[in-house]
T-cell receptor, first 114, second 112 residues
Framework: NAGVTQTPKFQVLKTGQSMTLQCAQDMNHNSMYWYRQDPGMGLRLIYYSASEGTTDKGEVPNGYNVSRLNKREFSLRLESAAPSQTSVYFCASSESRGLGQPQHFGDGTRLSIL | KQEVTQIPAALSVPEGENLVLNCSFTDSAIYNLQWFRQDPGKGLTSLLLIQSSQREQTSGRLNASLDKSSGRSTLYIAASQPGDSATYLC???????????WGAGTKLIIKP
């Protein structure tokens, strides 16, 4: 049971570099999410996609872009990485957003920006 | 603005004890509340989801309660085991929208 798969698991970037974090789910879920987790803080929503073809900003979208490539895949792009974006990034999916369905998480991508 | 607080930030107890983890929120107008478990280096696993109309949910040795009027939820773990060691996070869902509001978590250590 793969569930939600994130790649890569670790990445070190230099300030100004760009990269894309990949996420795929095999549970046929409609909604997908990108969060960041910083020490001592709760998760913060970056972007979400309620369904294929739609994306919306969350609490902290600045510096990020997303693409809902198809129902399975939801990618997060950092166009010009900054040290403040050093964090652990989690992708999640749920059957739908409107019914408070539990979210299923990937194992995260640990990103360091030097 | 909804805020979610989990106190204490860390808790260490001997194996076999029953324990309670706390979650408080500032706005009682919530759609549901969820408890998650996070193991080191891993993602989050959903444990229990309590709808606003419910008072509690149970799964095995876990029992979560919800008191909206007081802005509190508790996660009760019975007969704790070393395998329960993890960080436990709660999150509230305000009015069925997409944005969960998260607590910072309680790191639980169960000593053998």
């Amino acid at each position: 049971n793969a569930g939600v798969t994130q790649t890569p698991k670790f990445q070190v970037l230099k300030t100004g570099q760009s990269m894309t974090l990949q996420c795929a789910q095999d549970m046929n879920h409609n909604s997908m999410y990108w969060y960041r987790q910083d020490p001592g803080m709760g998760l913060r929503l970056i972007y979400y996609s309620a369904s294929e073809g739609t994306t919306d900003k969350g609490e902290v979208p600045n510096g990020y872009n997303v693409s809902r490539l198809n129902k399975r895949e939801f990618s997060l792009r950092l166009e010009s990485a900054a040290p403040s974006q050093t964090s652990v990034y989690f992708c999640a999916s749920s059957e739908s957003r409107g019914l408070g369905q539990p979210q299923h998480f990937g194992d995260g991508t640990r990103l360091s920006i030097l | 603005k909804q805020e979610v607080t989990q106190i204490p930030a860390a808790l260490s107890v001997p194996e076999g004890e029953n324990l309670v983890l706390n979650c408080s929120f500032t706005d009682s107008a919530i759609y549901n509340l969820q408890w998650f478990r996070q193991d080191p280096g891993k993602g989050l696993t959903s444990l229990l989801l309590i709808q606003s109309s419910q008072r509690e949910q149970t799964s095995g040795r876990l029992n979560a309660s919800l008191d909206k009027s007081s802005g509190r939820s508790t996660l009760y773990i019975a007969a704790s085991q070393p395998g329960d060691s993890a960080t436990y996070l709660c999150a509230v869902n305000p009015d069925s929208n997409y944005q969960l509001i998260w607590g910072a978590g309680t790191k639980l250590i169960i000593k053998p």
